[in-house]
């Protein structure tokens, strides 16, 4: 580390203007959150700052309200309308909660210290790098969009994970069709840089692709009236079907209504390479092909960032693709160092053995019998237990559930003497400890534009049309975003009658 610069001591310490503490008073425990995305916010929303030192670094001082950013990227939506400033939500909460506009380089669980960077601060070393330890530790950094390797990609896509990312797809947009009307092209280059391509069938994939539609249908054919006709659309996804994490009937219905839109579905084609005209796929009967085109996004599935990769070789998770936590959201083999969101996936452990670990604590009298009563208990621990065998989705509605839940550990912490440690000392469930996380799931959205959406509910209740888009909205509106966000989107939310739970 010291060829960044010089030792550790030439960093500052952020921990030197919160030293001074009462005689007498204990200081409070140090709690450093990395990042202000759905997960860290959501945790610093909810964390009681009066009873720890909380320090938030990021190098985004803002929280971005993602399921809107495909609607940044035709200018249905103002990015102002879908960011809410963290200083903001930290002053809301008396301000107790300092902020570091800085991204963290390095973790070192060994000694509780995270190394970071500022880019838009100097130092007395000049580099902008700082140091801050912690008692606890919640990395709530998020994934990175994941090439994965594919030759042009970086170089001749773009990605929509960021709210900068969302404004350069517009641009981008609007280039192409300037592009397209000038004098000297002919009808070929008109038509591959009205070529747009969307790699990934995900949601975020289609969402994009529907709305870029509908902005091509909607706004842009009025003021392009000489090169409508030669848009094309068209989505790339490995599998045999867009919208795979969706129930089969969500994903015909997107599958139908994008053919009756004229956006061309290539599913079983593998992006191979980008170059800067053409785009080369590959599909099993059909072997390798080129197709040209103006503009492309690649949303095609994330991945886990360096600085998460590295910190994993150190603790001995450096055979897996993904930092594993255990299911009070503790990072495997790292001394109070917790991760939430998409950064990280909870482990579960096999049922078989779980079951039996239930039923030996039920038997609390160790009799050998359960009563009545020790038997409703195990029941109600299998339950919850069994909910968790499925991996969870990387959504924002389990990153925000996974915050709050950890926030609401850290404020129960030092509830009584007995358990000063809080979730770090569970080894057992039961009523009188802290319940595993456990994720509520509000439904599934994908809008397709043309207000026309396809939910999926609780309870496989499946609802196609135009009222859900009203629905989705609603969910992410009245559990998260503050009422100024609220009035600045574009939907009409007093629409809602019913909210699901
Ligand atoms: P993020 O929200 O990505 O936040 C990560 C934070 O960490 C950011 O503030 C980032 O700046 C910061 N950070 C990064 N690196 C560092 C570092 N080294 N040090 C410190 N801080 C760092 N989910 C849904 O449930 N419904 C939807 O409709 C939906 N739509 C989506 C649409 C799009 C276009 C995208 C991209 C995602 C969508 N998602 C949706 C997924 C959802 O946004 C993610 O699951 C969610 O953001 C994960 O939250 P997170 O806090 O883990 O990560
Ligand atoms: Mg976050
Ligand atoms: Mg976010
Ligand atoms: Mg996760
Ligand atoms: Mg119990």
């Given at each position: 580390f010291a060829?960044?610069?010089?030792?550790?001591?030439?960093?500052?310490d952020a921990r030197a203007d919160t030293a001074a503490e009462s005689p007498g008073v204990a200081p409070k425990k140090k709690v450093v959150v990395l990042g202000t995305g759905w997960a860290g916010t959501t945790f610093v929303k909810n964390i009681d700052s009066s009873l720890y030192d909380v320090q938030v670094i990021s190098p985004r001082n803002y929280f971005a309200f993602t399921p809107l950013l495909p609607s940044v990227t035709c200018g249905t939506v103002e990015p102002r309308?879908?960011?809410e400033p963290i200083r903001k939500i930290i002053t809301k909460k008396?301000?107790?909660?300092?902020?570091?506009?800085?991204?963290?380089?390095?973790l070192d669980p060994e000694n509780k210290k995270v190394y970071c960077r500022s880019n838009i601060g100097t130092n007395l070393e000049g580099n902008g790098e700082f140091l801050v330890d912690y008692d606890y530790l919640v990395i709530a950094v998020g994934a990175r969009a994941n090439t994965f390797n594919t030759p042009g990609v970086v170089e001749h896509c773009h990605f929509l994970k960021e709210v900068e990312d969302a404004q350069k797809i517009r641009r981008s947009v609007m280039d192409c069709f300037e592009r397209a009307t000038l004098p000297d092209l002919d009808e070929e280059e008109r038509k591959r840089t009205l070529h747009f391509v969307v790699v990934g069938g995900g949601p975020t994939g289609v969402e994009f692709?529907?709305?870029?539609?509908?902005?091509?249908?909607?706004?842009?054919?009025?003021?392009?009236p000489t090169i409508q006709d030669l848009v094309k659309i068209t989505v790339v996804e490995h599998a045999e079907h867009i919208l795979t994490m969706f129930d089969r009937r969500i994903s015909k219905f997107a599958e139908e209504k994008f053919q009756r839109d004229g956006i061309e579905l290539k599913t079983g084609f593998k992006v191979v390479k980008?170059?800067?005209k053409t785009i080369t796929m590959e599909n099993a009967l059909h072997?390798?092909?080129s197709v040209p085109y103006g503009m492309a996004v690649w949303s095609a599935g994330i991945g886990t960032r360096p600085v998460i990769l590295d910190f994993m070789k150190q603790i001995g998770q450096g055979n897996r693709r993904v930092l594993a936590t255990d299911e009070w959201l503790r990072v495997r083999e790292c001394e109070d160092v917790y991760a939430i969101g998409d950064c990280a996936t909870m482990s579960q452990r096999k049922v078989m053995e779980d079951i039996m670990e239930i039923f030996r604590f039920a038997d609390k009298d160790n009799s050998g019998t359960l009563t009545v009563k020790e038997i409703q208990d195990v029941l109600e621990d299998i339950c919850i237990r069994l909910q968790k065998v499925k991996n969870l989705p990387a959504t924002a509605q389990v990153a925000a559930q996974q915050g709050n839940y950890l926030a609401r550990c850290f404020n129960r912490m030092k509830d009584s003497a007995e358990k000063p440690e809080g979730p770090k000392r569970i080894t057992k469930m039961g009523r009188h400890h802290f319940l595993p996380f456990r994720y509520k799931h509000l439904g599934q959205f994908a809008p397709l534009g043309g207000e026309q959406t396809a939910a999926q509910l609780p309870g496989d209740w499946i609802s196609i049309g135009h009222s859900t888009q009203w629905l989705w909205y609603s969910v992410y509106a009245s559990k998260q975003v503050s009422w100024r966000t609220r009035a600045l989107m574009k939907q009409p939310l007093l629409h809602v009658t019913k909210e699901p739970t």
């Open positions: 060829a960044s610069g010089g030792g550790l001591v030439a960093y500052a309308s879908i960011v008396g301000g107790e909660i300092k902020f570091w506009e800085a991204e963290c380089f390095k692709a529907a709305e870029l539609h509908d902005f091509v249908s909607e706004d842009l054919a009025k003021l392009y980008v170059s800067d072997g390798e092909s």
